[in-house]
T-cell receptor, first 111, second 114 residues
């Protein structure tokens, strides 16, 4: 089955700096890669996703890159703000509906 | 739309008791997923339904766990008998059918088995 690894497990940045979270996957057939943000006491919420026919996607301060050859994808958050503090999960879709999640990155943005 | 609704939000029970978690998916969504989240294992897919039919239950840990979806607007996840190692946050998510569609998560049920 699919195996998704995520690094780092924790990340602290100063407000205004950039944050980068990296994930790798094992199943070359995976073709959809969403990123979720989970705030304390809440369920994960989709913040951005990328499909295998695209190498990069950007939405305001958030961008995701995908390297299919190397089987890795990354989340980039620029100009970080305190409200970006949360746990971020990457995921890869294997099969029709099976999302496999990374282990999460706890991001802390220091004001 | 109210989003995915889960109940209860918190459940504390004693080992051996039956636990039933409930989920109401977003109206119009025909895929429903049950996940378990723990510190040790992260987010794991337990089972998912498409048009009320269980498609993949390979993530269900053992026979003590069962899930049903009697209609398009309701699903249950039952644990009988419960054990302390079942303590976790259980999430329900729903999406429209087809691959690559966003899954919308509920707020979760925090289960503690003493």
């Amino acid at each position: 089955g699919e195996n998704v690894e995520q690094h780092p497990s924790t990340l602290s940045v100063q407000e205004g700096d950039s944050a980068v979270i990296k994930c790798t996957y094992s199943d070359s057939a995976s073709n959809y890669f969403p990123w979720y943000k989970q705030e304390l006491g809440k369920g994960p919420q989709l913040i951005i996703d990328i499909r295998s026919n695209v190498g990069e996607k950007k939405d305001q301060r958030i961008a995701v890159t995908l390297n299919k050859t190397a089987k890795h994808f990354s989340l980039h958050i620029t100009e970080t703000q305190p409200e970006d503090s949360a746990v971020y999960f990457c995921a890869a879709l294997a099969g029709a509906n099976n999302l496999f999640f990374g282990t999460g990155t706890r991001l802390t943005v220091i004001p | 739309d109210a989003g995915v609704i889960q109940s209860p939000r918190h459940e504390v029970t004693e080992m051996g008791q039956e636990v039933t978690l409930r989920c109401k998916p977003i109206s119009g969504h025909n895929s429903l997923f049950w996940y378990r989240q723990t510190m040790m294992r992260g987010l794991e897919l337990l089972i998912y339904f498409n048009n009320n039919v269980p498609i993949d239950d390979s993530g269900m840990p053992e026979d003590r766990f069962s899930a049903k979806m009697p209609n398009a607007s309701f699903s249950t996840l039952k644990i009988q008998p419960s054990e302390p190692r079942d303590s976790a946050v259980y999430f329900c998510a729903s999406s429209t059918s087809g691959s690559n569609n966003e899954q919308f998560f509920g707020p979760g049920t925090r289960l503690t088995v003493l």
